[in-house]
Each structure stands twice: as structure tokens, then as C-alpha cells.
């Protein structure tokens, strides 16, 4: 009996050595393979944007004359991924600014990730632009950000648009893991899931339904950044925020979004499985002015999903919240044929 304990007990141990050998091993190739600053890595269709909290990189490829759209990326994504949708908005006339959120993509990580300190950012970025007034649109993890820069700012806003959004308004608050608390473990974690190519596919598979929409091309753009140095022990700081509560967060509080009065309209995925439907229903109740498109058959990431159908949605969303604000004077505002 001693013997057959022994055996189970050695073959414990070996399993727990042989995990933390592969976790090292991994947060050694994630060490190696962030080498390059973001300054040289970055693609050449953007340009960095001084925020006050650091330079942001920014996809902005016009017109200027044309009414500003803001597009927020979710989690360990960034700018690029909105490329049909920028195409999309550029065709009608519209002028797509998409920033990367930091510790995402480019953009330096300056500061906190509270969405407090997000919004800040986005209030340097758009004085430096000098957009005036814009339509802001947030997917996933983003929209906390897209909300609390509205519910901050709302006289720089002309209306929201809420895609899938990770807001936690129907969760209890709660703190993050004590185990999180210690960085080395963190960027293990890191280094084992979002900022491991290997894994990549797998987890976008988690939040899509449409499973073909995991392509070559979207696979390449979300490993891109991966590249940039101290990616890991950065999205390893952010981490502590997004797995515990912002209760500093306006926009985590149900009451302040309730009293939110600029025109919203929300897209929701029918298959989310991340934020599933009810939580766009319960949004909907703190605000009842607010629209709500369900789109057929895609999860948690409709704008690569769908593009087509998504884009269109979007599209007349904004048409919506642009007809629905009162504000006619504004200087980048054109009246919609």
C-alpha cells in the first residue's frame, strides 16, 4: 500500500514539475520574442497620437471632413481588426479613428487600465486630433472605456453604439484572486494564453460561433503585436483590472448609465456565449431609449464573424444616434442624405 502512494505521489510531483517547466518555457519565449519597440513594429497605415498618458496608436485613414467615428477593440485586440469595418465607414463618408487600447497593440502604456484612465486617454487623443464632436462605438472589453469617456465627456460625444459589451453591470463586485497578486504568476498565465501564438486560435474559437471566421488573416493580425517588448508583463498589470471590479468606474454603475441621455444603439450577437443576449436586454432596461439589433447566428465577435451584415447594422446605428441628437451646429457634423 506504502508503495503504491509512493508511485502516485511521485508521478504528482513529476506532473507539477513538468507544468512549471512548460509555463517557464513559455514565459522565456514570450521574453525572446518581445524584442522590438512598438515604434518599429507598428504598421505603417497608422501614426501615434500624443494622449497626455502616453502616445496612442491610431488608424485614421480619413476623410477629415467626415464625421468622426471612434472605434474601441476588445480584449488582446487591436486596431487592425476593425479593417472591414473601417472600409466600410470610409465608403460612406464617414472618418474611422481607431485607437489601440493600452496594454494592447501599439500604443504606449503609460498609467493605469482603470476605464477612468482609459478615458483620459481618449480625451488627450481626440483634443491632439481635433475632432469635435463623434460617435463612439465599443465592442467587448472597449465599450467600458467607449461608455465612461461618454458618461464623462458627453458634450464631445454625439452618440454611442455598444457592440457585445463586457460592462459587468449585472455582476456582484468582487476583487480580483489573491493569487493574482503576484506578478510572476500573472505573466505566467500571460504567457501561456494571451500573448502565446499557439494558443491563439484556440481562445478566439471561445468567443466566436462562426467558426470559419478564425482565418489566416485574422489569426496574423492578432499576433502581430506580440512582438512589441514587455507585452506580456504589461497585459500581466492589466490583468489584476480586468479580472476584479473598477469601482471607480462610472460606468460600472448602474445608476449613472441610467441616467446616460445621448442617443445609444446596441449590436448583439444571438451566440455570445461570453456576454450573452440578457445582458444587452438588462442595458437596455437602464436605458429604454436606447435601440438594440440582435444579429443571427454570430457570437461575441459579429464584426469578423459577419462582416457584411455587421457593417451594415453599424452603419445604421450611427445613421440612428445622428438623427436622434439634437446638435446640428457642430462643426464636423453633416446633415445625412
Not at 265 to 274: A, C, F, K
Not at 276 to 290: C, G, V
Not at 303 to 325: C, M, T
Request: aromatic share 6%.
Amino acid at each position: 500500500m506504502m508503495c503504491w502512494i509512493r508511485r502516485v505521489a511521485l508521478v504528482v510531483v513529476v506532473l507539477i514539475a513538468c507544468a512549471i517547466a512548460s509555463l517557464a518555457s513559455l514565459r522565456l519565449a514570450a521574453y525572446l520574442r518581445e524584442n522590438e519597440s512598438a515604434a518599429a513594429a507598428a504598421p505603417a497605415d497608422g501614426r501615434f497620437v500624443e494622449s497626455g498618458h502616453g502616445r496612442m496608436f491610431v488608424m485614421d485613414p480619413g476623410p477629415k471632413d467626415g464625421v468622426p467615428v471612434i472605434l474601441f477593440h476588445g480584449t488582446a485586440a487591436w486596431s487592425k481588426l476593425w479593417w472591414r469595418t473601417t472600409a466600410a465607414l470610409k465608403n460612406e463618408g464617414y472618418r474611422p479613428i481607431v485607437p489601440d487600447l493600452p496594454p494592447f497593440g501599439y500604443s504606449e502604456r503609460q498609467g493605469g487600465y482603470s476605464r477612468l484612465e482609459q478615458a483620459a486617454r481618449i480625451d488627450g487623443m481626440m483634443t491632439t486630433l481635433g475632432t469635435g464632436r463623434a460617435i463612439v462605438v465599443g465592442h467587448s472589453f472597449g465599450a467600458g472605456a467607449a461608455l465612461e469617456y461618454v458618461v464623462r465627456h458627453p458634450d464631445r460625444v454625439i452618440g454611442l453604439v455598444l457592440v457585445d459589451a463586457a460592462l459587468g453591470l449585472t455582476q456582484t463586485p468582487a476583487d480580483a484572486s489573491a493569487i493574482l497578486n503576484y506578478g510572476p504568476v500573472r505573466q505566467l498565465l500571460v504567457s501561456a494564453t494571451a500573448t502565446n501564438p499557439l494558443a491563439t486560435r484556440f481562445l478566439l474559437s471561445k468567443l466566436i460561433y462562426r467558426q470559419e471566421a478564425a482565418t489566416d488573416a485574422t489569426l496574423d493580425i492578432l499576433k502581430a503585436p506580440m512582438r512589441v517588448e514587455g507585452t506580456t508583463s504589461h497585459i500581466a498589470d492589466w490583468l489584476l483590472y480586468f479580472a476584479g471590479s473598477d469601482r471607480s468606474a462610472l460606468s460600472a454603475s448602474r445608476d449613472e448609465v441610467a441616467r446616460v441621455e445621448l442617443p445609444v444603439s446596441i449590436i448583439w450577437g444571438d451566440r455570445d456565449d461570453v456576454t450573452p443576449l440578457a445582458q444587452a436586454n438588462d442595458l437596455r432596461s437602464l436605458i429604454p431609449s436606447a435601440s438594440l439589433h440582435v444579429m443571427r447566428n454570430v457570437g461575441h465577435i459579429p464584426q469578423i464573424e459577419d462582416p457584411d451584415a455587421f457593417n451594415a447594422a453599424l452603419l445604421a446605428a450611427i445613421r440612428e444616434v445622428i438623427s436622434a441628437n439634437t446638435v446640428t451646429s457642430s462643426g464636423n457634423l453633416r446633415r445625412e442624405h
